[in-house]
């Protein structure tokens, strides 16, 4: 559509594309999802952040300013970002995948790397510890798959 419309975008300053960009969305629907948005301002909390306060300022007024267009964002996070956003983002806060998902998962993974995994119940603490998440359930218990860890080994509480 830009080169249809002969709009260099790659020659455009940031100024230019923002509002090129906010009068697009003025005229087509859109639905913009951009997950895991923490490194903006740093992830986890207390690392160096990928965006400057500049930066994160400018995205922050960007989206405010697409509230009047007819595009919606989706941006996910582990918390709530309101350091950077403000009070600008309506908040959903998933809950918990609730348990009896967890010890589906589980197996599933396991079966995806072709291990028997047949005592799940063995591994509660390590899925107590995921707290329900469904990407730390994988990264748990793939790792403790690749690892080699069996099924019947007991762990600590966490």
């Known amino acids: 559509m830009l080169e249809a419309n002969k709009i260099p975008w790659l020659a455009l300053s940031n100024d230019q594309r923002r509002e090129i ?27 160096p952040a990928a965006w400057n306060a500049a930066e994160q300022g400018e995205l922050a007024d960007f989206l405010r300013a697409a509230r009047d267009t007819k595009a919606k964002f989706l ?49 509660q603490p390590l899925l107590d510890f995921t707290q329900g998440n469904p990407l730390t359930i994988t990264v748990v218990v793939g790792q403790a798959l690749r690892e080699g860890m069996p099924a019947r080994t007991r762990l600590p509480p966490t």
């Not at 951009?34 to 992830?43: L, M, N, T, Y």
């Open 21 to 47: 960009a906010l009068a697009i969305m003025q005229q087509i629907p859109l639905l913009w999802i951009w997950d895991k948005v923490e490194p903006i301002a740093g992830f986890p909390t207390g690392m």
């Open 75 to 123: 941006l996910t996070s582990r918390r709530d970002e309101r350091g950077w956003l403000g009070d600008l983002p309506v908040r959903l806060t998933l809950p918990p995948m609730p348990m009896q998902e967890w010890m589906q998962l589980a197996p599933a993974l396991a079966d995806k790397q072709q291990v028997p995994f047949t005592q799940v119940k063995d591994w």
